[in-house]
């Protein structure tokens, strides 16, 4: 007898139930609707997308330093820890420095603020100072001082990245010198905090879609859609150099991993979507590091470079700063030369690097850039301040897979990636298992199969092996 086939809205309530996918898909279009229809309500939902913010943040530091401590140790080898992080660094520096070339081209190319003839001193260079809370970028020596912990507390306190990555060095270059012999209760310890974390992560994710409600009807609600009509031209560039810049990408990772970058996105679907509708990368690090390690990567690999990409790789930020800067300057009427476009991209090199963590920092970088060409009035920055947040969205995306395929050929450069068992998760012969907060394994059913509640975890199980 033929086994009965679920009815629609069975299928589709069991799908809702357990595809996190689907629910944050809900949930955007719903905050959408409600930031359309109801602009004062949405906007009085903010709260939902920072709290959910807040929450994952707190997660991050110790997650980071319990990975990174358990791959050092179990590597074995801190030269090769080393070398990971001198490839990932060499890998950043490249990459940003391609972006930031793509976004001056289309920025050439395109022209965006052409035609403007907007006069600066009608601009309200206050509202820079607001935005940014009349902060400044750190110099190179206060960068490198200040990824540095002055207090073991401090850095957790401070969810500093870098001084946790400093620390977790320090700790487990420590547990390999000490040897498991004389330190036997270390390492299994720091497991079963890694294990806790990832827990509390998984209680966390439940709240997803609320956040992605909450975020997108308040952008909605507060912005519209009138800023569409006003910067139409400079959003679709940056959006489309974005993609390009991601295509070239996707094609260097083939050619160097075998890997596709568009089976990545899919097998990475819900993150995505989360990122995109929290406008922060840094909600999905927890479960994009879980993903990448069941994907093939080598814990050290994992966690050191994905962490330290949020601070040295942010290729979406490199577009937007390059192509901000020549939209500025074109609006004012100033034509920047090949010198001075050079000059743009050796600044930004350098206060691209030191933008992560610092209230508006993209204006911060902007302004540096402005004054060290010293053709285009700093004030002109305040131009960008109405479409700041419409491009949060470019940015995370960019940033986040930018991050992710460093991971993948960092970790191939070094012979830290199991390529087989990459192919076999992203072709979806392998299924991604969520560490859940009792210990168990469980299958997101993202896929939105038809077969029955009981064949799930049996199916996990199997194929997880």
Request: aromatic letters at 6%; glycine letters at 10%; hydrophobic letters at 50%.
């Amino acid at each position: 007898m033929p086994p009965s086939v679920p009815s629609l809205p069975r299928r589709v309530a069991r799908t809702l139930r357990t595809s996190l996918f689907a629910q944050v898909a809900c949930a955007l279009v719903l905050g959408i609707l409600v930031g359309r229809l109801w602009p004062d309500v949405a906007t009085a939902a903010q709260p939902l997308g920072d709290g959910f913010v807040r929450l994952i943040k707190a997660m991050i530091a110790p997650l980071v330093f319990c990975v990174v401590v358990v791959g050092i140790t179990k590597a074995g080898d801190l030269k090769a820890f080393g070398r990971i992080g001198l490839k990932a660094l060499v890998w950043f520096e490249v990459a940003t420095t391609f972006a930031l070339l793509v976004g001056l081209l289309a920025g050439n190319l395109v022209a965006p603020g052409t035609g403007m003839n907007v006069d600066p001193s009608k601009l309200d260079a206050s509202a820079v100072d607001g935005k940014t809370g009349g902060g400044s970028l750190p110099s190179t020596s206060e960068f490198i001082l200040h990824a540095l912990p002055d207090s073991a507390v401090g850095a957790f306190a401070e969810n500093s990245l870098l001084q946790v990555l400093v620390l977790a060095c320090l700790v487990g270059a420590a547990v390999l010198h000490l040897g498991h012999g004389k330190v036997p209760a270390i390492l299994p310890a720091v497991e079963q905090a890694q294990e806790v974390v990832f827990a509390v992560v998984g209680f966390i994710m439940k709240l997803a879609p609320l956040a992605v409600f909450g975020a997108t009807a308040h952008l909605v609600g507060q912005y519209g859609v009138g800023v569409m009509s006003t910067y139409g031209k400079l959003i679709g560039v940056c959006y489309a150099a974005a993609l390009i810049f991601l295509l070239l990408l996707a094609l260097a990772l083939k050619a160097v991993t075998g890997i596709s970058l568009w089976k990545f996105v899919r097998y990475t679907r819900e993150e995505m979507l989360l990122a995109l509708g929290t406008a922060s990368s840094e909600t999905v690090m927890p479960r994009m590091m879980q993903k990448l390690r069941q994907a093939g990567c080598r814990d050290d690999a994992v966690g050191l470079v994905l962490p330290t990409g949020y601070s040295f790789n942010l290729d979406g930020a490199s577009i937007y700063l390059s192509i901000g800067t020549l939209f500025i300057a074109q609006a004012v009427g100033v034509d920047l030369s090949l010198g001075q476009q050079i000059t743009v991209v050796l600044v930004l090199m350098l206060t691209s690097k030191g933008m992560a963590g610092v209230p508006g920092s993209a204006f911060l970088a902007l302004s540096a850039t402005a004054s060290a060409l010293g053709v285009i009035p700093v004030g002109a920055v305040a131009l960008l301040l109405g479409v700041d947040r419409i491009m949060d969205s470019m940015r995370v995306a960019t940033n986040l897979l930018g991050n992710c395929v460093a991971v993948f050929v960092v970790s191939r450069w070094e012979g830290a990636l199991d390529t087989e068992r990459v192919k076999k998760v992203l072709d979806g012969e392998i299924a991604f298992v969520p560490e859940q907060a009792d210990g168990s394994d469980e299958f997101d059913g993202s896929d939105g199969s038809d077969e029955s509640d009981e064949d799930v975890p049996k199916r996990a199980a199997t194929e997880v092996g």
